[in-house]
């Protein structure tokens, strides 16, 4: 089976322009997390979603960031604008909905300059 | 809400030693705990997992922990360490009853020297 699929792996950029980056979760999993790594704060949870709708954003830094999920196979997290501090390793994790072990994809390493 | 404490940020450890990873926990509810290792430029991959019953958990590559309920510890060993066991290590743990809720430590950084 394929795993939790994430694009682009890795994403250099300017600073003050829009990041978007793409996740593909398990098929049939129904929780979807974002989390960011960091040297300084470690991981960190972003948000995430149980069947497509976001139950928790309390980890999403600021305004500059938003995360979606229009449908079951899809979700975004959009940087707009994007800042010098937000480079780390984004990854998506999912979850079967009744499950207790959640799934990491191999993450998008992005760079902001 | 839970947290989780990795008392090592490093561990260097020659290959064929023995190795411990340690890790405590605090919640004020019942819990779930986990093991996750991370290769250089890869995601998170579990390791091993505690949901209930034995207190002792066997996980892949001959790794296994112990759930110490009463030190609140969840710490993670290797009898016989293996250069490509060189990795980060993060626990983490998240409530029974809302799972979601799922925190890491800061993770130690096993370097197995030859």
């Keep these: 089976d394929a795993g939790v699929i994430q694009s682009p792996r890795h994403e250099v950029t300017e600073m003050g322009q829009e990041v978007t980056l793409r996740c593909k979760p398990i098929s049939g999993h129904n929780s979807l997390f974002w989390y960011r790594q960091t040297m300084m704060r470690g991981l960190e949870l972003l948000i995430y979603f149980n069947n497509n709708v976001p139950i928790d954003d309390s980890g999403m830094p600021e305004d500059r960031f938003s995360a979606k999920m229009p449908n079951a196979s899809f979700s975004t997290l959009k940087i707009q604008p994007s800042e010098p501090r937000d480079s780390a390793v984004y990854f998506c994790a999912t979850r079967a909905f009744s499950g207790n072990t959640i799934y990491f994809g191999e993450g998008s390493w992005l760079t902001v300059v | ?114």
């Design chain 2, 1 to 114: 809400a839970q947290s989780v404490t990795q008392l090592d940020s490093q561990v260097p450890v020659f290959e064929e030693a023995p190795v411990e990873l340690r890790c405590n926990y605090s919640s004020s509810v019942s819990v779930y705990l986990f093991w996750y290792v991370q290769y250089p430029n890869q995601g998170l991959q579990l390791l091993l997992k505690y949901l209930s019953g034995s207190t002792l958990v066997k996980g892949i590559n001959g790794f296994e922990a112990e759930f110490n309920k009463s030190q609140t510890s969840f710490h993670l060993r290797k009898p016989s360490v293996h250069i490509s066991d060189t990795a980060e290590y993060f626990c983490a743990v998240s409530g029974q009853y809302n799972n979601n809720d799922m925190r890491f430590g800061a993770g130690t950084r096993l370097t197995v020297k030859p």
